[in-house]
């Protein structure tokens, strides 16, 4: 790792931070290289260890509590309207900037996460694009906004976001080959995959351990349905990606993936409980836990026994029951609870999300519950009932919009297929019908994926039956 930035060198990059401490400067280096990278730096004390100090180091630096309540709300897996403690912890952070002669974007990056802590994704987003126009590498607002565009479904925000950056990270500026892999993924959540391809390669070639260029090819080989050379890539690039442990359980899910796609369930199966369900049960981070959700998901959809592994994934996700931070991870809980046939909890998800949605919001996810969110969980509930044709009356009429919920395309994927599922279950023939159109559409968009070969197979079968 580069010589971690002090106070003056900070300054020298016109990025000023307020505070006197050189330890907490440099900590702050620390956090937020190991947050950029998706690697928690042992030799550093790891995330939370570095946080720690810095608090220590200068208890009243505020972009330390910045940084701190960021990361937190990032994650997802923490609210203030849940969470008394970081409610406390923003409001403390707040109190703490007004007391301050504070720079404009320092305060610009209080207000963000003070808006974001209310659920108001897009204006944080606005206020990060803020600091970008005038402080283009400042890292601290170009992650936070690439991850919330993320959460809210706006992927040529996320690609741009990074482009109007693009020419300021030269080679010298500190983790500027990773800036490419944050372009390389918007270009790959875009369509436009050759570009894609070719930005994070070029970022691998001055960081082969940058696990999230790997990400995007990875992304591209599943979006293309090339699934031997996704394979491959994963199978060469492993050694380099495997220690950055906030994303190497999501790799290791793109993995699988693969063999999914290939009908190869034991394969797939083998990579979930060596490197998906045990970081899962570990970590508690949200993407591990969605990844792990939908893992068994799909399995599920394509009919593999999956004995215990719904009743060990419930032990993590029951606890989110009431979050309702994000409709995408609420949606990804319920698979569990129904793939455990837990109904009391899959009806207080519900319950407590209709509850929520019902209120006049100002959080943004919310206000997106009673047209997309629950649709959305209800056509699952419907489905494992066995009522297939409802669930295409839920789910067929929002498919476009559900960009919205955030996620990948390649996650967002599992709703894609749950609606062909529904619709050839259906007793329906229109709806049978429409299972064929939507295998056809999914033909053109991915050809020679041998799962949507196997799933017009079936569709012909089905048609053929009735
Ligand atoms: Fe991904």
């Not at 995330?47 to 709300?73: Q, R, Y």
């Not at 329906?428 to 559409?441: D, F, V």
């Amino acid at each position: 790792m580069a010589a971690l930035r002090d106070c003056k060198a900070w300054q020298d990059a016109g990025l000023v931070l307020s505070t006197s401490s050189n330890e907490a400067c440099k900590l702050f280096d620390a956090v937020l290289t190991q947050y950029a990278t998706w690697t928690n730096n042992e030799s550093l004390g790891g995330i939370e260890g570095c946080l720690s100090k810095l608090k220590a180091a200068d208890p009243n630096f505020t972009m330390g509590h910045v940084l701190a309540n960021g990361l937190e709300l990032i994650g997802t897996g923490r609210s203030v309207r849940l969470d008394r403690e970081l409610g406390s912890a923003v409001t403390a952070m707040v109190a703490l900037s007004k007391a301050q002669p504070l720079t404009e974007r320092e305060r610009l990056h209080v207000s963000a996460l003070d808006v974001f802590a209310r659920g108001q994704l897009p204006k944080a987003c606005e206020l990060w694009e803020q600091i970008l126009q005038s402080h283009p590498t400042d890292l601290l607002a170009l992650k936070f906004s690439h991850d919330t565009y993320f959460y809210l479904g706006y992927q040529r925000q996320m690609r741009d976001s990074v482009a109007r950056v693009y020419p300021f990270w030269t080679p010298d500026v500190p983790l500027s080959s990773y800036v490419k892999g944050y372009y390389s993924f918007g270009l790959v959540e875009t369509n436009l995959y050759d570009r894609a391809e070719k930005v994070a390669h070029e970022a691998l070639a001055i960081n082969q351990t940058d696990a999230w260029s790997v990400h995007t090819i990875a992304h591209v080989n599943e979006m293309k349905a090339e699934v031997e050379k996704g394979l491959k890539f994963m199978k060469e690039t492993e050694k380099n990606w495997k220690s950055s442990d906030m994303l190497a359980c999501h790799n290791y899910w793109h993995w699988a993936l693969y063999y999914i796609e290939k009908g190869e369930y034991e394969a797939a199966l083998t990579i979930y409980d060596k490197h998906i369900a045990p970081v899962c049960l570990a970590s508690g981070s949200i993407l591990d836990i969605v990844d792990n959700c939908s893992m068994l998901y799909r399995l599920h959809l394509e009919g593999v026994k999956l004995g215990d592994r719904w009743n060990d994934l419930l032990g993590v996700t029951k606890k989110h029951t009431k979050d309702h931070i994000l409709l995408f991870n609420d949606v990804h809980y319920l698979m569990s609870f129904l793939g455990a046939k837990d109904h009391k909890t899959t009806e207080e998800l519900l319950t407590t999300l209709q509850e929520l949605a019902r209120a006049p919001h100002e959080d943004h996810q919310l206000s997106l519950a009673p047209h997309l969110g629950l649709p959305l969980c209800q056509a699952f509930v419907e489905f494992e009932n066995g009522n297939c044709d409802k669930a295409v009356d839920l789910l067929y009429p929002i498919r476009y919009e559900l960009v919205q919920v955030g996620g990948s395309d390649a996650q967002r994927d599992v709703f894609s297929l749950l609606l062909i599922h529904a619709a050839l279950n259906s007793k329906s023939e229109a709806k049978r019908n429409l299972a064929r159109c939507l295998l056809h559409e999914r033909d053109l968009l991915r050809p020679k994926s041998p799962m949507t070969e196997r799933l017009i197979r079936k569709a012909a079968a089905v048609h053929s039956m009735a």
